[in-house]
Nanobody
Framework: VQLQASGGGWVQAGGSLRLSCAAS????????MGWFRQAPGKEREFVAA????????RYADSVKGRFTISRDNAKNTVYLQMNSLKPEDTAVYYC???????????????????WGQGTKVTVSS
């Protein structure tokens, strides 16, 4: 599967952005989808994930209540709605696909088989 992330940009603190990740290739609904991010000088970290049918989601504590992950299997796309953005959310955001039918999506990067190219989000204070 090939993943193409988009929607990043510059926003002031308190603002919102919506990231999209379009998938092509094998059946999209066969994949758990996740979002990860990597800030300058820091390691990649888990942000959010959603299982194959959207029935189960998982979030990092740092984004709970502010970010929402969703998917549209008919459009082969996963979204990350980011509200109340903070300067510490500044990072390159990556979408990833885990070929799995697990109900509870994994937060471990090693579980994900395919990665997109990343989209940069900059939040100014």
């Amino acid at each position: 599967v090939q993943l193409q992330a988009s929607g990043g940009g510059w926003v002031q603190a308190g603002g919102s952005l919506r990231l999209s990740c379009a998938a092509s290739g094998r059946t999209f609904s066969s994949y758990v989808m996740g979002w990860f991010r990597q800030a300058p000088g820091k390691e990649r970290e888990f942000v959010a994930a959603i299982n194959w049918n959207g029935g189960s989601t998982r979030y990092a504590d740092s984004v709970k209540g502010r970010f929402t992950i969703s998917r549209d299997n008919a459009k082969n796309t996963v979204y990350l709605q980011m509200n109340s953005l903070k300067p510490e959310d500044t990072a390159v955001y990556y979408c990833a696909a885990d070929y799995s039918s697990r109900w509870f999506p994994s937060a471990g990067a090693d579980e994900y088989d395919y990665w997109g190219q990343g989209t940069k989000v900059t939040v100014s204070s």
